[in-house]
């Protein structure tokens, strides 16, 4: 069964990094695009990053555009998102997700809080 589970949120400061994990596994990892999504709290979904299936384009959301990078380890079935000079408004629970026409796959989501 398709299994993304998402490690590396935390408590960090504003300015700080940190880097976001998704393993994958039950799929094959390298065929799918593969997206970020976020959830701040008390709002709605919000698309992040996607990456294509080899790694080669990648796109990103307005709000994290310059300080956000999104990569791929097809030969590790895990996806990234380096996160820095990470804001308040940064704060959310961060979603790895399958996509194949439409976002079909979640992950459980890694909370990333970023506060002084």
């Known amino acids: 069964q398709v299994q993304l589970v998402e490690s590396g949120g935390g408590l960090v400061q504003p300015g700080g990094s940190l880097r976001l994990s998704c393993a994958a596994s039950g799929f094959t990892f390298s065929s799918y695009w593969m997206y970020w999504v976020r959830q701040a709290p008390g709002k709605g979904l919000e698309w992040v990053s996607a990456i294509n299936t080899g790694g080669g384009s990648t796109y990103y959301a307005d709000s994290v555009k310059g300080r956000f990078t999104i990569s791929r380890d097809n030969a590790k079935n895990t996806l990234y998102l380096q996160m820095n000079s990470l804001k308040s408004e940064d704060t959310a629970v961060y979603y790895c997700?399958?996509?194949?026409?439409?976002?079909?796959?979640w992950g459980q989501g890694t909370q990333v809080t970023v506060s002084s």
């Open positions: 997700t399958r996509y194949s026409d439409y976002v079909d796959y």
